[in-house]
């Protein structure tokens, strides 16, 4: 037997998870995306259980996990190839679930939730710089034959740069988001709402692209329309984004998120208030917006000496 066989979980573990799984999406908002993860690594991590214990493990065997065993999985975690990073994130769904099922079972989950993660660096967002964020945009323009098309990819990256929207939030909006407001109201993770500031290149990138669309326009239909009318998908655009990078010479980091990081960076340049990006980008912590300012700590530094009184 290997960890991928379903069969090594026991339906109490199984009906377990998937009912922790099912408060996530309902009560906290969680994203599909998000969930399928999730389930995949604690899945993983219950079939390790039940092989390293020689057979199924219930609710009951579960609760006596010990630091040991927990040593063991991660052991086995990466005598298989999986990274720090990949790591330290199954082991965070893993105490995710644990501090649930200790809750609702009534043990003590101290063996889990006191297991280290792995030490790994820290990767910082990489922005592309302005003359690259509009090259980006323009070059982007020129990787369909189909005058609509790339109207509707310029559009979506315009939005990402401009808006500093994720891809998913991007390809969120419905037909009765159209014609683009001055100010939107996106729901992001979690379900957090915020309200973003849409400049008028975006209102307009969006505009010419609906005159071009060849789809009716419907308020309850997605905005952007792959080319036989569907829902646009993100891979789409990810595509589009990896042509227009090759065609620049950029690196493989300029991906779409990297335009969201663009945006925020741009910002800061500019002088903007860390507090007013974070509520802009709908980070749920301001730590998450502050891995930001390290991405260009020679402009900040030059800002500094050049404007404090003592320099």
Not at 269 to 281: K, M, P, S, T, V
Request: include cysteine; aromatic fraction near 6%; glycine fraction near 10%.
């Amino acid at each position: 037997m290997s960890i991928g066989d379903p069969t090594l979980i026991s339906p109490a573990a199984r009906d377990a998870l998937q009912t922790w799984l099912d408060g996530l999406g309902a009560l906290e908002g969680a994203a599909s995306n998000t969930l399928t993860a999730y389930r995949g690594d604690v899945s993983e991590f219950l079939a390790f259980m039940s092989l390293h214990f020689g057979g199924p493990q219930g609710l009951g065997a579960l609760s006596r996990i010990t630091t040991a065993d927990m040593r063991a999985w991660m052991a086995s975690a990466r005598a298989s190839g999986t990274g720090a990073r990949s790591l330290a994130r199954k082991l965070s769904a893993v105490k995710k679930f644990y501090g649930w099922l200790a809750k609702r079972e009534g043990f003590e989950p101290t063996a889990v939730l006191s297991t280290r993660a792995p030490k790994f660096q820290k990767k910082l967002p990489r922005p592309l710089d302005k003359d690259a964020a509009r090259a980006m945009i323009d070059t982007v323009e020129l990787q369909s034959l189909k005058d609509w098309v790339a109207a509707r990819d310029v559009a979506v990256v315009t939005l990402l740069y401009g808006c500093g929207l994720r891809i998913s939030e991007a390809l969120g909006l419905m037909g009765n988001d159209a014609p683009l407001p001055a100010t939107l109201r996106i729901t992001g993770k979690g379900g957090k709402e915020r309200v973003v500031p849409v400049l008028p290149a975006a209102r307009q990138a969006v505009d010419r692209y609906l005159q071009l669309c060849p789809h009716p326009q419907e308020r309850d239909q997605p905005l952007f329309r792959g080319v036989r009318g569907g829902a646009l998908h993100a891979r789409m655009i990810q595509g589009v984004v990896a042509d227009a990078r090759r065609q620049l010479g950029l690196p493989a980091s300029a991906t779409p998120h990297a335009m969201r990081h663009s945006f925020a960076t741009h910002l800061l340049e500019a002088g903007g208030d860390l507090r007013a990006i974070q509520e802009l980008l709908g980070h749920a912590s301001l730590s998450t917006t502050q891995a930001y300012t390290a991405v260009d700590t020679a402009h900040l530094m030059d800002v500094y000496t050049r404007a404090h009184p003592k320099a």
